[in-house]
């Protein structure tokens, strides 16, 4: 079972692990601070190293309770010790990417009640559909505006760990349109921006709303009767 660091600590840039298992260029890791995707947020990318010899990660995916890394060449064996190097400047643009997708979320659920029916991103870019029936340019200023108001205030972000059955007790947990979460999962990790929103969610955010920057809204369109979709670049 791979230690998921980026649970914990997503400012984590690099770590010790040992290889635990190697299948074709892939390895687990013991631990990792390499973030496997999902929720719309894309898999890390970056290096392993032991004493001369260095990897260049290129796929990250987890696997049951493990997290595979794929590696250029031949891979290092089982009970290899490495040290693990994050792409930094990418990772910093996705989670700055991502917490703003969660004040986009949490401004429209608070102020208009829709809920999310899809969604996706990439470094310093994103999309958010939500069920809504209209949108005009006008509505779509306002929320620009509003998303940039939560970012100057400043907002902290928390992330805790909770047994299932408490997490589900948090009203709203869920904002998609369908509850995501596998059954036999028996603890939820939340975030939270404080004052504003409170979700399940397993990627990595900054610590406070003002390391976003600036969200400019590029684009909307229709995707269907009640599904509108969003897309932000993040400045």
């Not at 001369?52 to 590696?71: E, F, L, M, R, S």
């Not at 009640?113 to 006008?138: H, I, W, Y």
């Not at 100057?152 to 369908?178: G, M, S, Y």
Request: with cysteine.
């Amino acid at each position: 079972m791979t230690e998921a660091l980026y649970h914990t600590d997503a400012y984590l840039k690099e770590f010790d692990a040992t290889v635990v298992a190697v299948d074709g260029n892939q390895v687990a890791l013991d631990r990792t601070a390499f973030y496997p995707g999902g929720g719309g947020q894309p898999n890390d990318v970056g290096w392993l190293l032991a004493g001369d010899q260095n990897w260049v990660v290129t796929k990250v995916g987890k696997q049951g309770i493990d997290v595979w890394h794929a590696v250029e060449g031949t891979p290092p064996a089982v009970g290899t010790l490495v040290r693990g190097k994050i792409d930094w400047d990418r990772r910093y643009k996705l989670m700055r990417t991502h917490t703003a997708m969660h004040i986009l979320c949490g401004v429209i659920f608070r102020d208009y009640g829709a809920s999310v029916t899809g969604g996706n991103m990439e470094p310093l870019k994103g999309r958010m559909d939500f069920e809504f029936e209209t949108m005009r340019q006008e509505f779509v200023k306002q929320i620009e505006e509003k998303i940039n108001i939560e970012i100057a205030n400043a907002r902290p972000t928390h992330v805790k760990i909770l047994p299932r059955e408490a997490a589900f007790q948090i009203p709203d947990l869920i904002r998609t349109k369908i509850n995501l979460l596998p059954e036999g999962i028996t603890e939820i990790r939340t975030i939270e921006i404080e004052g504003l929103d409170l979700q399940a969610d397993g990627g990595t955010h900054v610590a406070n709303t003002s390391e976003v920057g600036h969200i400019r809204v590029t684009n909307y369109k229709s995707k269907g009767k009640i599904n509108k979709r969003i897309e932000v670049a993040i400045e």
